[in-house]
């Protein structure tokens, strides 16, 4: 086997694996009962889908121009996924759009008969 067919096997690895976790999302996100577990279904899988994406991109290209155009998205996909899901999270939380009784803890309670 030549360097890129060695090459080509891992990027469309990383391609369907990413391609997997993304609709792995996309189901989480119809099937999960309420706003935090739709919350986590749209943020973990489906920023570790577009990095293993981006990253079969990268080796499929090769070149350092695209290299770094994918290394910036996967950096902003990066510090922003985190960021807006708490702020979903949070607001979702004092809004009350949860199911209580899927919780495990409540560390936001105020008050002990909260939890």
Do not use: N, W
Request: aromatic residues 4%; charged residues 15%.
């Amino acid at each position: 086997m030549t360097v890129t067919a060695v090459l080509d096997a891992i990027a469309g690895a990383c391609l369907l694996g990413g391609a997997l976790l993304s609709l792995a999302a996309g189901v989480g996100l119809l099937r999960f009962p309420d706003l935090l577990s739709r919350m986590h279904a749209a943020t973990k899988p489906q920023v570790l889908g577009l990095l293993l994406i981006l990253a079969g991109t990268a080796i499929r290209l090769g070149t350092a121009v695209d290299i770094t155009t994918l290394v910036l998205v996967g950096v902003f996909q990066l510090v922003t996924a985190p960021v807006a899901a708490h702020m979903v999270g949070r607001t979702a939380y004092r809004a009350r759009l949860f199911r209580r009784d899927l919780l495990l803890a409540d560390e936001l309670a105020t008050d002990r008969r909260d939890r």
